[in-house]
């Protein structure tokens, strides 16, 4: 066999071997959120912080049928009630205690109230605070940003320096003057067709939705959302400045295709990456705000329960019924720490610089 026979025969097996095309354009072409997904996936903290927030939904939505009791139900004659199991693990002597009934499973507050109720009943609280303000700093920090950061010079000068204005005063504290004047403005009894009457009846909607009695969440998601945007806002405009020269987007330009085309199609999808991790990262805040909000007295009105509000009241007895604080306490930290574990995972998994690896 000849040298031009052999090497004949190689070419030919090599290319009866080789992968079609359409196959090596597939191997080489992934997609960017599937890959990020796969990461995500790989992540067993962010696993974990999804099937927690999962759950914490799902008891929100079926509070009726989880909870034993209703909030609001309550027996006086058992006011301060300790499970018998609990007071076993408590400090002290169990006689101390003024009540030890197993009706209860987690206990009873001060006005005999299932204390395991009125945190399931909590979450319907907690969590619409952080989506509603995750979804408000999503859509109106995006298109503050990217219109500041598009077309820049004076519209971007004026916008940002809104954003500062606002940012000179502490946040927390402007949400505070904010929920006391809605508060003093709003609520309580108004006249039919006034401002005040509008605003009180789409709060009975809103709560009604949440499946509260009462609460007042309008106030508290006014409050939130006002605030909320800011910081997205100036990270929508830093990506956008640092994206809008680029080679892709001039060439767009140059094609024709108009601003809003340019920022839906070609600017945004490389930016949301951030924007969506910076999200998701700021709820465990916004959930903070409403528990310290319910905490000081300016958050849900009586009698619908707040994480705050429960650790408020039982911290006047902490030590002799320290439960009454650890129980509302425990279920704040493990949402704390569902939210930040799934934020750590989607910034691993959506980081290009992390692409391709395991």
Do not use: C
């Not at 609990?86 to 009540?99: D, F, R």
């Not at 009462?214 to 945007?229: D, H, K, N, R, Y």
């Not at 930290?333 to 930040?340: G, P, Q």
């Amino acid at each position: 066999m000849t040298k031009q026979d052999a090497a004949a025969r190689a070419l030919a097996s090599e290319h009866k071997n080789a992968p079609a095309s359409g196959e090596v354009g597939q191997q080489k072409v992934t997609n960017l959120w599937v890959d990020a997904l796969y990461r995500l996936t790989r992540n067993r903290a962010a696993v974990l912080g999804l099937v927690l927030i999962v759950l914490l939904v799902l008891m929100s939505t079926f509070a009726p049928q989880v909870a034993p009791m209703h909030y609001t139900a309550g027996d006086s004659t058992h006011n301060n009630s300790v499970p018998l199991w609990l007071a076993k693990l408590m400090p002290g002597n169990m006689e101390t205690y003024a009540q030890i009934n197993n009706l209860y499973v987690l206990g009873s507050d001060y006005l005999g109230r299932d204390l395991l109720s009125r945190v399931i009943y909590g979450t319907r609280v907690s969590l619409p605070v952080g989506f509603i303000g995750a979804i408000t700093a999503l859509l109106v920090g995006l298109v503050y940003g990217s219109l500041s950061g598009y077309y820049g010079g004076k519209v971007d000068n004026i916008m940002m320096r809104i954003v500062d204005i606002m940012y000179a005063f502490p946040t927390m504290l402007l949400i505070i003057l904010m929920m006391a004047f809605f508060k003093s403005s709003f609520g309580g009894v108004a006249q039919p067709g006034s401002l005040a009457f509008e605003f009180n009846r789409i709060n009975r909607i809103v709560d009604r939705f949440l499946g509260l009695d009462s609460g007042g969440m309008l106030f508290i998601f006014m409050g939130i959302g006002l605030t909320a945007w800011m910081g997205i806002a100036r990270l929508a405009r830093g990506q956008i400045l640092s994206l809008k020269e680029k080679e892709f987007v001039l060439a767009s330009r140059m094609l024709g295709a108009r601003d809003g085309r340019i920022i839906w199609r070609h600017i945004l999808p490389n930016i949301i990456g951030p924007i969506l991790v910076s999200v998701t990262l700021a709820i465990p805040g916004y959930i903070s705000t409403e528990v310290f909000l319910s905490f000081i007295g300016l958050g849900v009105d009586p009698p619908v329960p707040s994480w705050g509000s429960m650790i408020s009241e039982g911290a006047k007895t902490l030590r002799s019924y320290p439960h009454h604080v650890l129980l509302p306490a425990l279920f704040l930290a493990i949402t704390m720490f569902a939210f930040n574990f799934l934020g750590d995972g989607l910034r691993d998994a959506l980081d290009p610089r992390m692409r391709g690896t395991k």
